[in-house]
Nanobody, 124 residues
C-alpha cells in the first residue's frame, strides 16, 4: 500500500504561482512513477504531468507545457508540481497518483494509488 497526501493548494490570481506537494508513505516510493491529475466540477479527471521513478523522464499535458514542472525527491518521498503563469482554467482539484510501471502513462485508470486532492482556484 502507498498513502499519498497532497498539499499546497489555495487561491491565487491569474499569472501567479503555486507549488503542490505530494508526500508518500508506505512501500518504497522510488519504485513508483508518479502523476498529477486535475478535475474541475462536473468534468472528468484529466492528466496534468507524470514523472518516472528516477526523475529522468517527464510527460506533460499540452495545456500545461512550459508553465508547470513536475519533480520528485526520493529521499523525502515527495513529488512536486510547480505551477507558474496560472490561468482561471487551471482551477480544479489536483490529485497525485502512483503506479508501479516503467513507461509513463496519462491514463488515470492505470494508476494504483491516489491522494485525496487539493483545491487550486485561480481568480481572473
Amino acid at each position: 500500500q502507498v498513502q499519498l497526501v497532497e498539499s499546497g493548494g489555495g487561491l491565487v490570481q491569474a499569472g501567479g504561482s503555486l507549488r503542490l506537494s505530494c508526500a508518500a508513505s508506505g512501500r518504497t516510493f522510488s519504485s513508483y512513477a508518479m502523476g498529477w491529475f486535475r478535475q474541475a466540477p462536473g468534468k472528468e479527471r484529466l492528466f496534468v504531468a507524470a514523472i518516472n521513478w528516477s526523475g529522468s523522464n517527464t510527460k506533460y499535458a499540452d495545456s500545461v507545457k512550459g508553465r508547470f514542472t513536475i519533480s520528485r525527491d526520493n529521499a523525502k518521498n515527495t513529488v512536486y508540481l510547480q505551477m507558474n503563469s496560472l490561468k482561471p482554467e487551471d482551477t480544479a482539484v489536483y490529485y497525485c497518483a502512483a503506479v508501479a510501471i516503467l513507461v509513463l502513462t496519462n491514463i488515470p485508470e492505470r494508476y494504483d494509488y491516489w491522494g485525496q486532492g487539493t483545491q487550486v482556484t485561480v481568480s481572473s
